[in-house]
């Protein structure tokens, strides 16, 4: 077969499928959906992988994260003994001796969290004070949006001004101007210094197990040496009925390493200086690093499985073309005899038959490809949904649906040119 | 004349005790027992013979679309017989026109590209040889009708159109079997004429056929008998051309 003689069967395809439109149009269908959704369930997760992964990268990959938890054995202790003061978690001294004892430490960012309400005028905001140092914005990539934050003026001199987080202003002083008003906390007065714009979603999340439906960004910053001043370590729980008061030195603590390298090797140091003395489990390691690859594993896995879905749904239509062509192939039986008579070899029947299945897969695998980019576009850009389509999810995609066509329209093709040319004329 | 073959004595089908068994498993059901005929290049046979006779499988044997049992096959001297489907394939679209009783015309394809079929499958472009398969479609008399599909011609346009395509490749031989079959009288006839002139032109023709006025234009007809030839009938030359109307162009 030479050139044009191809171009010429691509001809004879496309008008023998437009003999029966809605036939060609319905079994390429099947190619369709199977082909936009590879392409778009694969661009749904990437953007939702993308999202996660800015998010834990703005927690910083060279940062681990060392967290206060309640051990088990004092959560169910505090049920049988009520009034119970339940001791835990890090300690300054555990911060000096991190820092005194890791190697490539650049910074330690501790940050201790208590629960009390904050008022102004007659409003009343659950919130969690913070109490941390002046580095705490370009530590956590926060950004300040009006005045100024914490500096270490006030940590020295334990000034009773506090830094609010954007939505906590709004919700306190509605349209009034936040800034150097007086916000009280129990029998203690505020100056609101600045507002803060928390950047990441691990950041607003509540520091244990908060109550549900409380707003997670209603922080009110303050130095840290204010806060142990004022209000000592003591904070309240007062959950479900019981209530228990807790003495927690240091909520969390951050450690910023100079490198991304150096954050492996030092979680067993971390280890081992959090173990000494230490007699329960009442911290947590939270390795940034550790969890961007697991979302990247986890990323990894999803899209084999997307693949798997793609390739079954594929396989699917590719039956369904395989069905349509066997009874193209019946329907046109005498056409096939008619051809074998004037000249037609085994081989020009197999190449009709299979150019035409072909043609399905290719039309039905671009409209695939255009649905699934049209529909990638419009998410991304009417609903705001990070959705990145990926250049190999088109190519797979569409390879697929071309290896469909090839291997479902063969077994049709091959049935067309075994046909016996006088009982092919033969037929009705 | 568009094609005109030179004329000769040779043989152009030579076969021998040729026999044909169609196996349907358990039963075997004998066709063709065993028969000779042979056809010089450029004559018009007619085949006839009650139905069951073995007409139109042996008129399969002859287009190669069907293989013998037993026997020898020799078509323009080759042992057709032992030949490969794909020298078959070769050999139907090179040197072989078929006109079937059904037309058998391609539904989706319009009269130029059904008359461009065959040459399809010689690796001829339709542009290329648009004007040949045009001027076929117009010496069979079917000015206007270029680009119509079958679905919008009468039976005896499809016909004529069949009788086109059976000459697109410039065949030696053209094999009808009953063309005349689904038409009338008058549009046979006109199909008949046809045949006639593809005679004139010096090609071979043979043509299956029930009606013995059909026959009369053959210049030898053959009746066969349960799958034996019963006897053979000649005509005089002069009385073919008088059959043909008088053309005068039966030489
Ligand atoms: N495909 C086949 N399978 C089995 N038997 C067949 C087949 N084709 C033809 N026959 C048998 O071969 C014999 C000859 O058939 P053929 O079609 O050649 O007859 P014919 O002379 O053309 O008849 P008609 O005038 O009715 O067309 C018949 O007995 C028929 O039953
Ligand atoms: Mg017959």
Redesign the pocket.
């Known amino acids: 077969m030479n050139g044009f003689s191809l171009i010429r069967i691509i001809q004879l395809g496309f008008k023998s499928l437009r003999l029966h439109k809605l036939r060609s149009g319905l079994t390429m269908l099947g190619m369709v959906i199977g082909v936009w959704a590879v392409i778009t369930l694969v661009a749904i997760g990437e953007g939702a992988s993308h999202d996660a992964q800015e998010a834990i990268k703005r927690l910083g990959a060279h940062n681990i994260l060392i967290r206060s938890i309640e051990p088990a054995e004092e959560k169910s202790g505090a049920s049988s003994t009520r009034n119970f003061v339940s001791e835990y978690g890090i300690t300054y001294h555990d911060a000096s001796r991190l820092q005194a004892t890791l190697p490539g430490l650049k910074r330690v960012l501790p940050e201790m969290v208590q629960r009390r309400p904050v008022y102004y005028d007659r409003f009343q905001q659950d919130c969690q004070i913070v109490g941390t140092y002046p580095f705490y914005p370009d530590f956590t990539k926060a950004l300040v949006v009006r005045g100024r934050f914490l500096t270490e003026f006030d940590e020295l001199h334990r000034n009773n001004v506090c830094v609010l987080t954007e939505s906590l202003a709004l919700r306190l002083f509605g349209h009034q101007d936040p800034l150097e008003s007086q916000v009280r906390v129990e029998d203690q007065y505020f100056r609101v210094i600045g507002l803060l714009r928390e950047m990441s979603g691990v950041e607003q999340r509540p520091q244990g197990n908060e109550p549900e439906g409380k707003p997670l960004d209603s922080n009110v910053y303050m130095p840290l040496s204010t806060l142990r001043a004022r209000f000592g370590e003591m904070d309240m729980d007062s959950r479900a009925g019981s209530f228990k008061l807790e003495r927690v030195e240091l909520t969390q603590v951050r450690l910023e390493f100079a490198s991304v390298d150096l954050v492996e090797p030092s979680i067993p140091l971390i280890k081992a200086a959090m173990e000494k003395d230490r007699k329960k489990k009442d911290y947590e390691l939270i390795v940034p690093l550790n969890i961007l690859n697991a979302i990247k594993a986890q990323r990894a896995r999803d899209t084999r499985m997307l693949l798997y879905i793609a390739c079954i749904s594929l396989l699917v239509g590719g039956i369904g073309i395989m069905n349509i062509m066997l009874a193209t192939v019946t329907e046109r039986t005498r056409e096939i005899g008619v051809r074998r008579a004037l000249g037609a070899t085994r081989g020009d029947i197999i190449l009709q038959f299979l150019v035409e299945t072909l043609i399905l897969c290719l039309i039905g695998g671009l409209a695939g490809v255009g649905g699934g980019w049209g529909f990638a576009w419009a998410r991304e850009h009417w609903f705001h949904l990070t959705t990145i389509v990926t250049e190999w999810s088109v190519l797979a995609a569409f390879g697929l649906s071309l290896a469909v066509g090839l291997v479902f329209g063969l077994y049709p093709a091959r049935r067309a040119a075994a046909l016996d040319p006088?009982?092919a004329l033969?037929h009705s | 004349m568009l094609f005109a073959l030179p004329m000769s004595n040779k043989a152009i089908i030579d076969i021998r005790a040729l026999t044909k068994v169609?196996n349907?498993g358990q039963v075997k059901?004998p066709?063709l027992n065993g028969v000779n005929i042979e056809v010089l290049e450029g004559s018009y046979v007619a085949l006839m013979?009650?139905?069951?006779?073995?007409?139109?499988?042996?008129l399969n044997i002859l287009g190669c679309l069907d293989r013998p049992t037993g026997g020898v096959y020799r078509l323009g001297g080759e042992d057709v017989s032992a030949m490969s489907d794909r020298q078959l394939s070769q050999i139907r679209g090179q040197r072989i026109g078929f006109i079937f009783q059904s037309y058998n015309l391609i539904p989706q394809l319009n009269v130029v590209e059904n008359i461009h079929v065959p040459l399809f499958y010689q690796g001829r472009d339709i542009r290329s040889c648009y004007d040949h398969c045009a001027g076929l479609a117009l010496k069979v008399g079917l000015r206007g009708r270029l680009d119509h599909r079958p679905m919008q011609l009468s039976g005896g346009q499809q016909q004529r159109v069949a009788v086109a395509r059976s000459l697109a490749n410039n065949p030696l031989m053209v094999l009808a079997d009953?063309p005349t079959g689904n038409l009338d009288s008058t549009t046979g006839e006109e199909i008949l004429a046809l045949l006639d002139e593809l005679h004139a032109d010096g090609r071979t023709i043979i043509i299956?056929t029930?009606d013995p006025k059909v026959a009369l234009r053959a210049e030898r007809v053959i009746h066969?008998m349960d799958?034996l030839v019963d006897r053979v009938e000649h005509h005089e030359r002069s009385m073919v051309a008088a059959a043909n109307g008088a053309k005068g162009r039966a030489s």
């Open positions: 006088i009982e033969r | 169609y349907l059901v066709a013979g009650p139905s069951g006779s073995g007409k139109s499988t042996l009953e299956v029930h066969l799958g």
